[in-house]
């Protein structure tokens, strides 16, 4: 706002109808780095965003694949786009991911109710076509969904449940998923290797959502000192 503001400033000065020093007058507020607060949603919000996918109908089974992979992996949405079926180990339930920021892959045990829920959609919903990518479009023409329509799966079906938060979109599960781990006492190192982050400062954000760590910090005997 601020910065829109000096620019109107400035266009009014440049046509005489304020003083030129005027704009030099609007002054930026301080951000600082890691300020704000994840913005995770509640795991129980989650769950009654998966339990609305539990249904026959084929929108249903793909979008239950893939905001699972979303919750449970932390995957970003252009890496779920980006999954390939010879990605899905079934036989040794394993799950290989091109981490993009990583520019490796990783690997991740293929948990069951995530293999039934991929299984489900590769056999009975998803089209028969020569695309490598696992989800594909519903509607002619068939193809490989891209990042955007990942997004609109997520927001569409939170803006449905009325669930509120600050971003209705897919970082929002990936944010859920690293405040979980964090909530069972993985260490950041842990829960930076599992999102695929190449530091652990990308993960200290989470360190302030770490509420029972937090109370104990503030539970802290400090003695006499002042």
Known sequence: ?????RAFLRYSASTGRCSRRLPEAILSPRVYRLESLPYALSW????????GTVSASPRDVRDRAILMLLAIY??????????RLDQIDWAG???????????????????RSVAEALSCYVDTVRPHVPY??????LQAPHLPIG?????????????AFGIKAAHLGPHALRHSCAARLLAE?????????????RSTAATRVYTKVDLTA?????????????
């Open 1 to 5: 706002m601020s910065t829109r503001l």
């Open 44 to 51: 129980e919000d989650v769950r009654k965003l998966l339990t």
């Open 74 to 83: 932390g995957l970003r949405r252009s890496e779920v786009a980006a999954l």
């Open 93 to 111: 339930h394993r799950l290989w991911i091109d981490r993009l920021k990583r520019r490796q892959p990783q690997v991740y045990p293929l948990q």
């Open 132 to 137: 490598p990518q696992v989800f594909i479009r």
């Open 147 to 159: 990042d955007g329509a990942i997004y609109h799966v997520v927001s569409e079906r939170l803006r």
């Open 185 to 197: 006492r993985l260490t950041l190192k842990e829960i930076g290797d599992h999102l695929g982050h």
């Open 214 to 226: 937090l109370r104990e910090v503030g539970d802290f005997d400090l003695g006499d000192l002042p």
